[in-house]
């Protein structure tokens, strides 16, 4: 099995507003070793976003770790897609914001959204697991052909993507 990261949205982290990634052309998956841009572009954030996002994964709380990421008056939302090359696409959504409780900042999930679509014309996503904080629900959604090792599969590839990163020399972006 193949996965490569097909695209990645960050919104109102650190400095980035609005941000798109997408590592693929009309003619294909690029083949991306690096990122690289000017003083403040958001390398970094992108790879804070992916340590953020294999934490999730992982089931962990994020705690005060990431409340620097942003500021109070914001909703942060990032959204990664990967690819299992002729077989599907995958999709990670999450909303969250700062809070701070009993006098300690901290990150509240506001929801958490992985979907999937086969890699065919006009397939559509179909939601798998849904998480909404504010109504205290998550919804499993039970599929067939193999979509519920997709959680599975999303953080292998993701401890793949980011023990690879940070071998190559960190968060020492630029």
């Given at each position: ?16 507003k ?7 052309t009309?003619?294909?998956?690029l083949n ?5 841009g ?11 976003v ?17 409340s ?5 008056e ?11 090359l ?5 999709r990670?959504e999450i909303?969250?914001k700062?809070v701070n409780?009993?006098?300690?900042d901290?990150?509240e999930?506001?929801s ?7 890699n ?8 798998i697991?849904?998480f ?9 959604t ?11 599969k999303f ?20």
């Amino acid at each position: 099995m193949i996965q490569k990261l097909k695209s990645i949205i960050i919104e109102n982290i650190k400095n980035v507003k609005y941000g798109e990634i997408y590592f693929e052309t009309s003619e294909g998956f690029l083949n991306t070793t690096g990122i690289y841009g000017q003083n403040g572009s958001g390398k970094t954030t992108v790879i804070d976003v992916l340590e953020m996002i294999k934490e999730l994964i992982q089931g962990k709380k994020l705690g005060s770790k990431y409340s620097g990421l942003i500021d109070f008056e914001e909703i942060s939302k990032v959204r990664i897609e990967t690819e299992i090359l002729n077989e599907s696409i995958n999709r990670y959504e999450i909303v969250f914001k700062k809070v701070n409780i009993e006098g300690k900042d901290s990150i509240e999930i506001l929801s958490e959204t992985l979907s999937k679509k086969l890699n065919k014309k006009y397939q559509k996503f179909k939601t798998i697991i849904e998480f909404l904080s504010r109504e205290k629900t998550i919804s499993i959604t039970q599929v067939k052909n193999g979509f519920q090792s997709l959680k599975l599969k999303f953080f292998s590839f993701f401890m793949f993507l980011y023990e690879n990163l940070f071998n190559f020399g960190g968060k020492g972006c630029g």
